[in-house]
């Protein structure tokens, strides 16, 4: 709040030295107009401003950094604490009365001009209403009435052109701004320069006046005359316009403080731009003044906002580094039962899925079954279980097609295996069914077929995940049985169970035996 304060209070400043230098005195009334209803909204918008500055930051990560916590003295942080709060709030209060007087100060002129309306008699030519009061007061306006002192209009003794002039209040709707002002300054009752520019919009309200009266061919010397009948100090409301418009009046605890020049020299200074001519040229130069000026607050006094945006960092990988996509993988499996993998010896079976996760690992899965392909070359016939076990590995790896290219006993020269993603339906209701059978019998009684269980394995090892737990769980095989345990003899006795020494042959007496003696 402060900080807005102070800008708002710079901005009026600037514009307002920039009206007196350049354009008070000037015959340009009707641009001072806009330019002072300008600053009006400047001060008002301009502090509330922002411009934002997109900014692309890298989007590394950052590390996070370990912060050591301190210990704090508990007791002298909250009485600081406790100090700061309360000053807010004593400023706060201050201001809140201050707006609560000025405005109940708007709202009681407000109030008193619309019941004079009403109460008094009221005499409407055209679209000017004349209201005639008892009281001697000075003529002013408000809006489309006009506030006379009944005895003097009835006597005509109001001069015509005093009656024009705030005419011309009326047709150029000056009360408009005067409210305007009046509100803002109920808002801003603190800052000294809005009562400055409360006297320059009223002041410049009665030049447009005193404009159109010498237009309509009235001689200067006698409207100022005029002017100097009416230059009193009498009443008049504020929130009016009256042709003795001499300065803005304070109003602060019953006391009336004049702020600016006295009646006599407000009429003086109006007798000044009365006689001013100003070239259409300096009109131009003077107003194109204002486009650097404005430019110059705006960027000066607005806010300034940077907005990070993330960025991907390109990162140049050297040609030679470059990982390229391995399209073809080779599996060769020897007549030993060995498996390479791009001509590297496997220890086992279970290195092969190890192995396939460093290549393409620039690839997802999805990429992979794409564009991949593996050709198993088996040297003689493989184990069907084997190669079930390798097309488990690589569809969960992620492959287009398996190629087997084999023995002509085998494969007939080539095999293609189309890869499919997961159990087919029929499948899965083929395993399921061979499951359910399994599961129903004892464990201790359960015998399963070898072709079957490479059945069950083989479609369990196709299924996806999800296929997995929506299926019947795999049958647990049943333990092989123990081995048979060594019958138990006694010492110097020959087991009844252990083999029998062989009979001797029986030779017939005069033969000669076949049996080679020991």
Not at 51 to 78: A, C, G, K, N, R
Not at 101 to 109: A, E, H, R, W
Not at 154 to 166: C, D, G, M, R, T
Request: charged share 25%.
């Amino acid at each position: 709040m402060l900080l807005y304060i102070l800008k708002s209070s710079a901005i009026l400043a600037i514009l307002l030295l920039f009206y007196k230098v350049f354009l008070e005195r000037e015959n340009m009334h009707t641009f001072k107009r806009f330019y002072l209803l300008g600053t009006l909204l400047a001060l008002c918008i301009i502090p509330f401003l922002t411009f934002v500055e997109y900014v692309e930051i890298p989007t590394v990560t950052p590390l996070m950094e370990q912060s050591t916590v301190h210990s704090l003295d508990v007791p002298s942080t909250l009485q600081e604490e406790m100090i700061t709060d309360y000053i807010p709030a004593f400023f706060w209060s201050i201001y809140v009365m201050g707006i609560i007087v000025f405005g109940f100060k708007f709202f009681k002129n407000l109030s008193q001009i619309i019941q004079r309306i009403r109460k008094n008699p009221k005499l409407r030519i055209n679209r000017i209403t004349n209201v005639l009061l008892r009281d001697r007061i000075i003529p002013h306006t408000f809006f489309n009435y006009i506030f006379l002192n009944k005895h003097k209009f009835e006597a005509k003794e109001i001069p015509s052109e005093v009656l024009l002039h705030e005419e011309t209040h009326a047709k150029q709707k000056h009360s408009l701004d005067v409210l305007l002002i009046e509100f803002i300054q109920v808002l801003f009752w603190f800052n000294p320069f809005i009562y400055t520019l409360k006297k320059l919009i009223k002041l410049n309200h009665e030049f447009l006046a005193d404009r159109e009266v010498l237009r309509k061919g009235v001689k200067p010397s006698k409207y100022q005359n005029i002017l100097l009948e009416f230059s009193s100090n009498s009443f008049q409301p504020q929130l009016a316009n009256a042709i003795n418009y001499s300065s803005t009046r304070l109003t602060v605890f019953g006391k009336t403080f004049s702020i600016g020049l006295s009646a006599v020299g407000q009429v003086k200074k109006r007798f000044t731009v009365m006689k001013t001519q100003t070239s259409k040229k300096s009109i131009v130069l003077r107003s194109l003044l204002i486009l650097p000026l404005f430019a110059l607050l705006l960027f000066g006094f607005s806010e300034k906002k940077l907005v990070e945006i993330q960025s991907p960092v390109e990162i140049t990988i050297p040609v030679t580094e470059q990982v390229t996509a391995v399209k073809t993988i080779e599996i060769r499996i020897t007549k030993k039962g060995e498996i390479l993998v791009q001509n590297k010896l496997l220890t086992s079976l279970d290195d092969l899925k190890s192995q396939l996760q460093k290549i393409n690992t620039n690839l997802t899965k999805e990429q992979r079954e794409n564009i991949v392909r593996v050709i198993i070359m088996p040297e003689a016939e493989p184990p069907m279980k084997l190669l079930k076990e390798i097309e488990a590995i690589l569809i969960d790896y992620g492959v287009a097609t398996i190629d087997v290219i084999g023995p002509e006993k085998f494969s007939n020269s080539k095999q293609q295996i189309k890869v499919q993603g997961g159990a087919t339906k029929e499948q899965i209701e083929e395993y399921n069914a061979l499951a359910k059978k399994y599961n129903a019998q004892p464990i201790n009684e359960r015998i399963i077929k070898k072709k079957e269980l490479e059945r069950l394995e083989y479609i369990y090892n196709i299924m996806t995940e999800k296929q997995k737990k929506k299926a019947v769980p795999f049958p647990e095989c049943p333990p092989p049985p123990p081995p048979p345990t060594a019958p138990k003899t006694v010492e110097g006795k020959i087991s009844a169970t252990s083999p029998q020494p062989p009979t001797a042959p029986k030779i017939s007496q005069g033969t000669l035996s076949n049996v080679t003696p020991v």
